[in-house]
């Protein structure tokens, strides 16, 4: 069974660039979550995508946005970056049968300077 | 809305010694709980879950209870490892609209001396 993997695991962009980040989801899930975590704090709610669609929200605002794709994959972008988007991004995959059961990927570490 | 309060850390053992991470909630409903392991460097793992009051969770040795009457879910260990150095977090399931979202809290970090 694969795991959940991201890519890429660093990056280093400049203020008002923007990013991908890609998350590829766990076997036999088919519900994708994204989180923030910044240095020190715990992981905060961006977004959820089930069946290619945005499933919910948290606090961000619309410049963090999402895709997810057939094969249950999964993107973040992030426009006009901000040196607050400094973060570790993590992606969770779930069936939607266990949705709370959430399992996370390494992270990608994104520094905004 | 709903929230998690973990104790600030850090918290110092040594191998061997008893742990106990407290965890308390602040929920509408009746969410599930978990407890996350995060090792340097890494994403986080689950470690281990109670989806209703009085379930106990445990895995790999650590335990934790459901408490509905005290709004909590405190970690346990009886002999803890130098391997079970780590940041732990503690979270709530919460569902508005229509995702299913973990909320989490500040974390504690564990550090085990030899």
């Known amino acids: 069974e694969t795991g959940v993997t991201q890519s890429p695991t660093h990056l280093i962009k400049t203020r008002g660039q923007q990013v991908t980040l890609r998350c590829s989801s766990q076997s036999g899930h088919n519900t994708v979550s994204w989180y923030q975590q910044a240095l020190g704090q715990g992981p905060q709610f961006i977004f959820q995508y089930y069946r290619e669609e945005e499933n919910g929200r948290g606090n961000f605002p619309p410049r963090f946005s999402g895709l997810q794709f057939p094969n249950y994959s999964s993107e973040l972008n992030v426009n006009a970056l901000e040196l607050d988007d400094s973060a570790l991004y993590l992606c969770?995959?779930?069936?939607?049968?266990?949705?709370?059961?959430?399992?996370f990927g390494p992270g990608t570490r994104l520094t905004v300077t | 809305g709903n929230s998690v309060t973990q104790m600030e850390g850090p918290v110092t053992l040594s191998e061997e010694a008893f742990l106990t991470i407290n965890c308390t909630y602040t929920?509408?409903?009746?969410?599930?709980l978990f407890w996350y392991v995060q090792y340097p460097g890494e994403g986080l793992q689950l470690l281990l879950k109670?989806?209703?009051?009085?379930d106990k969770g445990s895995n790999k040795g650590f335990e934790a209870t459901y408490r509905k009457e005290t709004t909590s879910f405190h970690l346990e260990k009886g002999s803890v490892q130098v391997s079970d150095s780590a940041v732990y977090f503690c979270a709530l399931s919460d569902q508005e609209d229509s995702s299913y979202k973990l909320i989490f809290g500040s974390g504690t970090r564990l550090l085990v001396r030899p």
């Open positions: 929920a509408t409903g009746y969410p599930s």
């Open positions: 109670a989806t209703k009051a009085d």
């Open positions: 969770a995959s779930s069936s939607r049968q266990g949705a709370y059961e959430q399992y």
